[in-house]
């Protein structure tokens, strides 16, 4: 009896070591990446936290949380996430990467208790069920592939979505398993774990959602042979087939998608072919790890035309079909083998599919990819059972464990990459040679850090290649106002370099920065009507218009500049345009706030109408302006009443113009 204890105390303790040894280990791994900056996407959305001065009350905390443009919900519980970090802006990313750190870690221990959980249904004994668990929790963790979703803060938002789904599929899984012994518990444990959980998912990321499809394919392969009382058929109808025929429906009649595909460089038809091809490249990934450095730059993505251009999309095509048919037809003699394979692509079918989003991101794998690390340590674990000779058996056990400290290496080298930021935007430029916003990028780093005869020469050339980016040669002329240096451009060709742009995403950023040079009077050579004709010059780009959000900023930035200029009439009429593309108050208010400076109170009031309008449509729970609105009609009103004009001169907003385009 005592010996057989000690046996089961050692066995705790040597669960309870690995657990530290991976967790531990993890966090070695990734802490030089918290050393990192904020990228990209991070800026948009945390930049919200400086728009009332900082998250300091109740209002500012909804109009952050729940005002925001993140996704069709505003994911307000990641948006509150971010608050655990800082409520200002600037903010230091370091903190931001470590909640994130963290988070990865929880995830972790979710997968290990999931893994665990699947191999305890496929009556795997205990000491098989934890190595299984612990080798695809360490491999996930520590996974390359996941160093962009980890270091990335914005993707805070993937990592909580995973995380939520994760416990409300294990709610399921236990739920499950008590059905045919408790069928009240089990369907209370498997509704809490749908809604609540699901729900809390969605918030995060509207791909939570799949939680739904993730429970499909669980009851198609690992619970085929497990009986379902009737009761859980109905459940099944209530709570799985009834939420998805909803969202198909959904998609269906809505197809606002459709539409969306006018701002991409490819037709719905040519997403889903060049998917093809980017699953298998995802799938590839996630089975033989290598080093990563590119993360977020992906728009070089060569677009798949036809079936047979480039041929590698039929061959991709087919490989995808037959997995997928094989899945469905051995889902009950090769059940883990099944798993994987609807896991996976399962996990994909919204940000892989139909909609008209980016083609290419490692972060869309961070759950999905859980489905095949789990077939390939069980199958290389079960290989050991099936062959004689005793190398090969110890090759198959201790491959896994190999398989993690190669991939431990490799996600270090990454986040020593990510750590500075000199280093990842060259390793981008290297990545990708075509790619647009890898050397954009690289060429702002070099001129912010005192370069600005390379970083000309870089984007120049860059400009070469992708001569439709008015954006690029607008950041020549920004480093030449910056370090007052000629240029090989000027605001002259830009506006006729507009005639045969495009649209790209640099184009608000860049155009803002410049205005906000000439106003500040570091570009000697322009005044405020050059940067109105240079604003005017790029609202004429093809199609700009049909970004909406973007267009209705810039006309915003126009109409500050003709308040500059003390030209009232056409900074009205612009944001009167302004508006038809964003029903938002801050346009309204701002025009009833020109003209009752000007001492047009019945104009003004007008506009404040249009603004409890806009008000009116506000997302859920995001602070309404009305209070606002009221006090400020009352003091026209009061104006009007004693016809004391307003003597303060037009509203002249302050000359950081970036400030306009935020709240």
Same mark, same amino acid.
Request: hydrophobic fraction near 45%; glycine fraction near 4%.
């Given at each position: 009896?005592?010996?057989?204890?000690?046996?089961?105390?050692?066995?705790?303790?040597?669960?309870?070591?690995?657990?530290?040894?991976?967790?531990?280990?993890?966090?070695?791994?990734?802490?030089?990446?918290?050393?990192?900056?904020?990228?990209?996407?991070?800026?948009?959305?945390?930049?919200?936290?400086?728009?009332?001065?900082?998250?300091?009350?109740?209002?500012?905390?909804?109009?952050?949380?729940?005002?925001?443009?993140?996704?069709?919900?505003?994911?307000?519980?990641?948006?509150?996430?971010?608050?655990?970090?800082?409520?200002?802006?600037?903010?230091?990313?370091?903190?931001?990467?470590?909640?994130?750190?963290?988070?990865?870690?929880?995830?972790?221990?979710?997968?290990?208790?999931?893994?665990?959980?699947?191999?305890?249904?496929?009556?795997?004994?205990?000491?098989?069920?934890?190595?299984?668990?612990?080798?695809?929790?360490?491999?996930?963790?520590?996974?390359?592939?996941?160093?962009?979703?980890?270091?990335?803060?914005?993707?805070?938002? =993937?990592?909580?979505?995973? +995380?939520? !789904?994760?416990?409300?599929?294990? &709610?399921?899984?236990?739920? @499950? *398993? $008590? /059905?045919?012994?408790?069928?009240?518990?089990?369907?209370?444990?498997?509704?809490?774990?749908?809604?609540?959980?699901?729900?809390?998912?969605?918030?995060?990321?509207?791909?939570?959602?799949?939680?739904?499809?993730?429970?499909?394919?669980?009851?198609?392969?690992?619970?085929?042979?497990?009986?379902?009382?009737?009761?859980?058929?109905?459940?099944?109808?209530?709570?799985?087939?009834?939420?998805?025929?909803?969202?198909?429906?959904?998609?269906? =009649?809505?197809?606002?998608? +459709?539409? !969306?595909?006018?701002?991409?460089? &490819?037709?719905?038809?040519? @997403? *889903? $072919? /060049?998917?093809?091809?980017?699953?298998?490249?995802?799938?590839?990934?996630?089975?033989?790890?290598?080093?990563?450095?590119?993360?977020?730059?992906?728009?070089?993505?060569?677009?798949?035309?036809?079936?047979?251009?480039?041929?590698?999309?039929?061959?991709?095509?087919?490989?995808?079909?037959?997995?997928?048919?094989?899945?469905?037809?051995?889902?009950?003699?090769?059940?883990?083998?099944?798993?994987?394979?609807?896991?996976?692509?399962?996990?994909?079918?919204?940000?892989?599919?139909?909609?008209?989003?980016?083609?290419? &991101?490692?972060?869309?794998?961070?759950?999905?990819?859980?489905?095949?690390?789990?077939?390939?340590?069980?199958?290389?674990?079960?290989?050991?059972?099936?062959?004689?000779?005793?190398?090969?058996?110890?090759?198959?056990?201790?491959?896994?464990?190999?398989?993690?400290?190669?991939?431990?290496?490799?996600?270090?080298?990454?986040?020593?990459?990510?750590?500075?930021?000199?280093?990842?935007?060259?390793?981008?430029?290297?990545?990708?040679?075509?790619?647009?916003?890898?050397?954009?990028?690289?060429?702002?780093?070099?001129?912010?850090?005192?370069?600005?005869?390379?970083?000309?020469?870089?984007?120049?050339?860059?400009?070469?290649?992708?001569?439709?980016?008015?954006?690029?040669?607008?950041?020549?002329?920004?480093?030449?106002?910056?370090?007052?240096?000629?240029?090989?451009?000027?605001?002259?060709?830009?506006?006729?370099?507009?005639?045969?742009?495009?649209?790209?995403?640099?184009?608000?950023?860049?155009?803002?920065?410049?205005?906000?040079?000439?106003?500040?009077?570091?570009?000697?050579?322009?005044?405020?009507?050059?940067?109105?004709?240079?604003?005017?010059?790029?609202?004429?780009?093809?199609?700009?218009?049909?970004?909406?959000?973007?267009?209705?900023?810039?006309?915003?930035?126009?109409?500050?500049?003709?308040?500059?200029?003390?030209?009232?009439?056409?900074?009205?009429?612009?944001?009167?345009?302004?508006?038809?593309?964003?029903?938002?108050?801050?346009?309204?208010?701002?025009?009833?706030?020109?003209?009752?400076?000007?001492?047009?109170?019945?104009?003004?009031?007008?506009?404040?109408?249009?603004?409890?309008?806009?008000?009116?449509?506000?997302?859920?729970?995001?602070?309404?302006?009305?209070?606002?609105?009221?006090?400020?009609?009352?003091?026209?009103?009061?104006?009007?009443?004693?016809?004391?004009?307003?003597?303060?001169?037009?509203?002249?907003?302050?000359?950081?113009?970036?400030?306009?385009?935020?709240?």
């Amino acid at each position: 009896m005592n010996l057989t204890n000690s046996r089961i105390s050692i066995y705790n303790f040597s669960i309870l070591i690995s657990l530290i040894l991976i967790t531990g280990g993890c966090v070695l791994v990734y802490w030089p990446g918290l050393d990192g900056i904020f990228l990209v996407d991070d800026y948009p959305n945390l930049s919200a936290l400086s728009n009332n001065g900082g998250v300091t009350d109740l209002r500012s905390l909804l109009a952050f949380v729940f005002g925001n443009e993140a996704g069709a919900v505003g994911r307000p519980l990641s948006m509150l996430s971010f608050l655990l970090n800082d409520q200002y802006w600037p903010a230091s990313a370091e903190s931001f990467k470590y909640t994130n750190l963290m988070i990865h870690l929880l995830c972790g221990m979710l997968v290990l208790l999931f893994c665990y959980r699947l191999s305890r249904i496929l009556r795997n004994r205990e000491p098989t069920a934890i190595y299984i668990a612990m080798a695809c929790a360490a491999l996930w963790l520590f996974h390359p592939l996941n160093v962009s979703t980890t270091l990335y803060v914005i993707q805070r938002m =993937a990592q909580l979505s995973m +995380l939520f !789904s994760l416990i409300g599929i294990l &709610f399921y899984c236990q739920g @499950r *398993l $008590l /059905t045919n012994t408790d069928i009240k518990r089990a369907l209370i444990l498997v509704t809490c774990g749908v809604t609540i959980f699901g729900l809390l998912s969605v918030l995060s990321k509207e791909n939570g959602v799949l939680i739904l499809v993730y429970i499909l394919v669980l009851e198609a392969t690992i619970f085929n042979n497990l009986a379902k009382p009737k009761l859980l058929k109905y459940w099944f109808w209530l709570f799985i087939y009834a939420p998805l025929g909803v969202l198909f429906l959904y998609f269906a =009649a809505k197809g606002f998608y +459709l539409n !969306s595909y006018e701002y991409r460089d &490819f037709t719905l038809t040519q @997403r *889903l $072919l /060049t998917e093809n091809r980017i699953l298998l490249d995802y799938l590839h990934s996630v089975l033989i790890p290598h080093l990563y450095g590119s993360g977020l730059i992906n728009d070089d993505i060569i677009i798949s035309k036809t079936l047979f251009d480039p041929f590698t999309t039929i061959i991709s095509v087919l490989i995808n079909a037959s997995l997928l048919i094989c899945a469905i037809y051995f889902r009950k003699k090769q059940p883990v083998f099944s798993f994987a394979v609807l896991w996976f692509y399962g996990g994909h079918l919204l940000e892989s599919t139909f909609l008209p989003l980016e083609l290419y &991101f490692e972060h869309r794998n961070y759950m999905p990819m859980v489905g095949p690390i789990y077939a390939l340590i069980y199958y290389l674990y079960q290989l050991s059972f099936y062959v004689k000779r005793e190398p090969v058996r110890r090759i198959a056990v201790a491959f896994p464990i190999l398989l993690v400290l190669f991939s431990a290496f490799l996600t270090h080298k990454s986040a020593m990459i990510w750590s500075t930021p000199g280093t990842l935007f060259s390793v981008w430029v290297y990545e990708h040679p075509n790619s647009l916003r890898a050397q954009r990028i690289y060429g702002q780093f070099l001129g912010i850090n005192n370069q600005p005869e390379l970083a000309i020469q870089t984007l120049n050339s860059t400009y070469q290649k992708f001569p439709y980016d008015v954006s690029l040669p607008m950041e020549i002329i920004n480093l030449g106002c910056r370090y007052n240096i000629e240029t090989p451009y000027s605001l002259d060709d830009i506006n006729n370099l507009v005639k045969t742009a495009k649209f790209t995403d640099g184009i608000l950023t860049l155009a803002n920065t410049l205005v906000d040079n000439i106003v500040n009077n570091k570009c000697e050579n322009y005044d405020i009507y050059d940067a109105i004709k240079l604003l005017a010059a790029i609202e004429t780009i093809p199609n700009i218009e049909r970004q909406k959000k973007t267009f209705a900023k810039l006309l915003f930035l126009h109409s500050d500049l003709y308040v500059l200029a003390r030209q009232l009439t056409p900074a009205i009429e612009l944001l009167d345009r302004a508006y038809k593309y964003q029903r938002r108050p801050a346009i309204p208010i701002r025009q009833a706030t020109l003209l009752a400076s000007a001492g047009l109170y019945e104009e003004a009031l007008r506009y404040l109408d249009v603004a409890k309008s806009a008000d009116q449509d506000r997302k859920i729970l995001a602070p309404s302006e009305l209070p606002q609105l009221l006090e400020f009609e009352a003091r026209i009103n009061r104006l009007i009443d004693e016809r004391k004009p307003q003597t303060s001169e037009i509203g002249i907003i302050s000359n950081n113009f970036s400030e306009s385009l935020k709240g």
